[in-house]
């Protein structure tokens, strides 16, 4: 999936922690970087609380532990494309996520030359039905690199998109989201589907700027973060709330 400006994060020498027995997770402040800082104004994500990452094959080897003293409370794992492939990561940052305490979801990059159904099969079949997991995620965008060229009306794409999701729904017990692109977005979704949550991109802009109208859980502001525990540059996203929205949310989600 598609993510900016070396600015020094006012954060506490020692991270700070929620420490409500048994219903809280430690919250880390961002000491992210960014190889292509946007100055998002005073509608700066910097400002907000709770900041994760996306990752894929892409990101090779990750020091989990290290990721998550760096801001990355949550992580959104890329686990597959199409009907039949595999990242080959995907196991390993499913499982080392765990291991160092991030909350962690995994997404689906959807083909739009391949069924519905048989992409949500292989998800399925692929991701663990595991509690206090995150909710999944179905990745809608155009894919210039794609070999698949074709462009559905909107009708059939919110068609396609519902077989999915629904399936997802009913396996997962959660409803999934929706991750897009402005694009793709003004084209098919604008005004679509209020009662899913959005993961949208705005890496140049505040969402409501790029989405008017459209509610948010999360934001992905930067294809170009910089962390330790990471080589190379990593997606940077932000939760929608402040640290006590996210608790509940979390909560919510394990009911």
């Not at 689906?108 to 991701?127: K, P």
């Not at 894919?143 to 909107?154: A, F, P, Y």
């Not at 973060?225 to 402040?242: M, P, R, Y």
């Amino acid at each position: 999936m598609p993510l900016e400006r070396p600015v020094a994060a006012i954060v506490p020498a020692t991270p700070a922690v929620l420490t409500t027995p048994g219903t809280r997770t430690r919250v880390y402040g961002h000491r992210f970087r960014d190889a292509k800082p946007i100055n998002f104004g005073r509608a700066s994500p910097r400002k907000m609380a709770v900041h994760g990452v996306d990752v894929s094959r892409w990101q090779g080897e990750i020091d989990w532990p290290k990721l998550r003293t760096q801001g990355a409370n949550f992580a959104y794992i890329k686990a597959t494309d199409g009907g039949d492939h595999l990242d080959p990561m995907f196991k390993k940052n499913w499982r080392k996520a765990k291991e160092a305490g991030l909350k962690r979801g995994a997404y689906h990059f959807f083909y739009w030359c391949r069924t519905a159904g048989e992409q949500a099969d292989w998800f399925i079949r692929n991701v663990p039905r595991e509690a206090g997991a995150l909710p999944p995620v179905i990745d809608v965008e155009y894919n210039g690199e794609s070999s698949c060229k074709r462009r559905l009306s909107r009708a059939r794409v919110l068609e396609k998109m519902q077989v999915f999701m629904d399936k997802l729904e009913a396996h997962y017990g959660q409803r999934p989201i929706i991750y897009t692109a402005p694009d793709f977005y003004a084209d098919n979704l604008s005004g679509e589907l209020l009662n899913y949550p959005f993961w949208l991109r705005s890496v140049a802009a505040h969402p409501s700027k790029r989405y008017p109208g459209r509610k948010w859980v999360f934001w992905q502001y930067s294809g170009s973060g910089l962390s330790h525990g990471v080589e190379g540059k990593i997606d940077l996203n932000v939760f929608h709330g402040d640290e006590n929205e996210w608790q509940n949310w979390l909560a919510r989600r394990a009911s």
